[in-house]
């Protein structure tokens, strides 16, 4: 029989009986899976990284896929794996409550995420991660104005030796809590488990990658299995263990850059999917003083607004960075926080009343109530005690009111707040917490 009339044969008798085909294809499905599973497991009970990549090899000639294929369903596996959060929405309230964490560094750093640093090359960007490093293990201030968190925090460095990464530190005076900063200088994308072994037994806050290059062997393909795992597990791994993960990388080669966007990150848009949260980061003096401007490219963790531009001061004597503002307007972080406490203490100290964008800027003597809306709202998403009503409807975007409900509940109008939501809504009386 030819092969044309065998595959007439076949097709007919599925069209008679289509579970015939849905069978066949629905337990290979399965088999798949659970071969595919199994062996990223012994992959990874492997003690030799080497023989891992090895056996990441052998494992797709064993399945018969393709490397296409085989990134497809590694991808997937990767993103199912573990954990997932619920459906229920009220169980997810919960769920995420549960877990969030304030940001590792104010307004820098977020938590819990993957965080892409992407800079020009000999820009200092080891020397600001070293920084970043410093303020967390000692709970100081990045760059002299953004708080840490205190906390251990792991240094993959594959970017320099350590021989050099010491001269680097000399110059810089760098100072962290040497009990609490912990550096590996070797690893490859198969090195998972070792670091989540170093997470684990240290309880770092945060682990800082430099640089991504290096790591994935100098070459940044997402056509590699190894490199798509990398990524996917890294964004996992800080999830689960409640990390924050600050990865540096590289833009493309550009004279007199200006401007930073995501098109401008070296190697595929692939690697700016898989973070969280991005940053570019590029020297752009200024009358002859050293300069630097680092732009929120990717804000899904909300540390820090989208576009947010931060301007600092380089030092050429100890590599430092001072920061000097946003954009080009010339503002102290402490500048900042100290309004969010006037409003955040205006709102706490006659809690019957309830305030607007416009009347706290015209309270303060603000230019425009924008300002004052931005800082309400940021007091109302991190729980402080601040509630918010909408107010009526006059046409255009919805607008708010905003309140204090520190030592109780206070006397609310007819319009449902966030803590008091619609009576047809999911659980009327249920205080939601995000």
Request: proline share 3%.
């Amino acid at each position: 029989m030819q092969n044309a009339d065998l595959e007439k044969l076949v097709d007919a008798a599925e069209a008679e009986n289509p579970s015939l085909k849905t069978k066949d294809f629905i337990d290979r499905a399965h088999e798949l899976k659970e071969q595919l599973d199994e062996g990223l497991k012994r992959v990874d009970a492997i003690d030799d990284p080497t023989l891992r990549s090895v056996a990441l090899i052998k494992l797709r000639e064993e399945l018969g896929l393709r490397a296409n294929e085989f990134l497809r369903l590694v991808e997937l596996l990767s993103k199912f794996k573990g954990e997932q959060p619920p459906e229920d929405f009220d169980a997810l309230v919960e769920w995420t409550s549960q877990r969030r964490q304030p940001p590792v560094v104010e307004d820098l750093l977020g938590s819990n995420c993957l965080t892409l640093f992407a800079a020009e090359g000999s820009s200092g960007k080891s020397s600001a991660a070293y920084e970043i490093a410093e303020a967390i293990t000692t709970g100081g201030k990045f760059a002299g104005q953004f708080q840490a968190q205190i906390g251990d925090v792991v240094f993959i460095q594959e970017d320099e030796s350590p021989s050099d990464a010491s001269v680097k530190w000399r110059r810089m005076g760098f100072n962290p809590n040497g009990t609490r900063l912990h550096m590996m200088w070797s690893f490859t994308p198969m090195m998972l488990p070792e670091l989540t072994a170093k997470i684990k037994a240290t309880n770092a806050k945060a682990v800082v990658m430099d640089a991504l290059v290096s790591i994935a062997g100098g070459t940044i393909s997402p056509k590699d299995a190894e490199f798509a795992l990398l990524l996917y597990r890294l964004n996992k791994l800080a999830s689960e263990l409640g990390v924050s993960i600050l990865l540096i990388h590289h833009l493309t080669k550009e004279s007199k850059r200006q401007e930073v966007t995501k098109e401008a990150i070296f190697g595929s848009a692939f690697i700016y999917a898989a973070t969280a949260d991005c940053w570019g980061y590029w020297r752009c003096d200024d009358e002859g003083n050293t300069q630097f401007k680092l732009r929120v490219l990717k804000a899904r963790s909300n540390t820090v607004e989208l576009n947010t531009t931060y301007v600092f001061r380089g030092n050429a004597e100890d590599h430092r960075l001072t920061f000097k503002g946003f954009g080009d307007r010339v503002v102290r972080i402490d500048e900042l926080k100290t309004k969010r406490d006037k409003v955040a203490a205006l709102l706490h100290q006659d809690r019957s009343r309830k305030w607007s964008g416009a009347a706290v800027s015209e309270h303060f003597g603000w230019n425009g109530a924008g300002y004052a809306e931005n800082v309400l709202a940021k007091l109302y998403e991190q729980r402080c005690g601040v509630d918010r009503v909408a107010t009526p409807s006059t046409g255009g975007r919805r607008r708010y009111a905003y309140f204090s409900v520190l030592g109780g509940e206070v006397e609310k109008s007819g319009f449902h707040t966030s803590s008091t939501p619609s009576e047809n809504g999911s659980k009327a009386r249920r205080q939601l917490r995000f």
